[in-house]
T-cell receptor, first 116, second 111 residues
Framework: EAGVTQFPSHSVIEKGQTVTLRCDPISGHDNLYWYRRVMGKEIKFLLH????????ESGMPNNRFLAERTGGTYSTLKVQPAELEDSGVYFCASSQEGGLSYNEQFFGPGTRLTVL | LAKTTQPISMDSYEGQEVNITCSHN???????ITWYQQFPSQGPRFIIQGYKTKVTNEVASLFIPADRKSSTLSLPRVSLSDTAVYYCLVGPARGYQKVTFGTGTKLQVIP
């Protein structure tokens, strides 16, 4: 079974540009989450989808960030315009509703975003 | 969500048993304790979860005392490939599934 995949693995952009990160969850997982770790900080929650609906977006830092999950499959996270402080690693995770272990979220390898 | 406290880092020689203790004094009645492992350049990976007493799987054991204010992750006979950051998390068993990571414990296994 394929795990959570993320694209790209690394993106380098200039301040003011737009970047779109993509996450493909494990097939059949209704829950999809975005997290990020900025330099030297802890991994922080951004938002949570249940299928195509945003369950909780309390962790989104500001309106420069837009997450979508059309059709309830893959998700995109767009940063527009990117700022220097957006640099970090963005993780996506998915989980299955009603799984055997609570909070067994399956994480992707992350996308490293560098804003110059 | 209950706050957790764990060592910032630990070193261990290969072949030794490693115990990482996590404090969670404000754990709620319906909170579970979950541990994740993260290798460099990878996302966190679930390794074990428990509510009370002892849980064991093929990777690790989790010991939880009766008061549940702490828990200990035990890794038997570590190898170099166990070098990673280990996160202790607590959260409710139902409903909202946001995961809150702390600073984690960086385990360095030495040959």
């Amino acid at each position: 079974e394929a795990g959570v995949t993320q694209f790209p693995s690394h993106s380098v952009i200039e301040k003011g540009q737009t970047v779109t990160l993509r996450c493909d969850p494990i097939s059949g997982h209704d829950n999809l989450y975005w997290y990020r770790r900025v330099m030297g900080k802890e991994i922080k929650f951004l938002l949570h989808f249940v299928k195509e609906s945003k369950q909780d977006e309390s962790g989104m830092p500001n309106n420069r960030f837009l997450a979508e999950r059309t059709g309830g499959t893959y998700s995109t996270l767009k940063v527009q315009p990117a700022e220097l402080e957006d640099s970090g690693v963005y993780f996506c995770a998915s989980s299955q509703e009603g799984g055997l272990s609570y909070n067994e979220q399956f994480f992707g390898p992350g996308t490293r975003l560098t804003v110059l | 969500l209950a706050k957790t406290t764990q060592p910032i880092s630990m070193d261990s020689y290969e072949g030794q048993e490693v115990n990482i203790t996590c404090s969670h004094n404000n754990i709620a009645t319906n909170d579970y304790i979950t541990w994740y492992q993260q290798f460099p350049s990878q996302g966190p990976r679930f390794i074990i979860q428990g509510y009370k007493t002892k849980v064991t799987n093929e990777v690790a054991s989790l010991f939880i005392p009766a008061d549940r204010k702490s828990s200990t992750l035990s890794l038997p006979r570590v190898s170099l490939s166990d070098t990673a950051v280990y996160y202790c998390l607590v959260g409710p068993a139902r409903g909202y599934q946001k995961v809150t990571f702390g600073t984690g414990t960086k385990l360095q296994v030495i040959p």
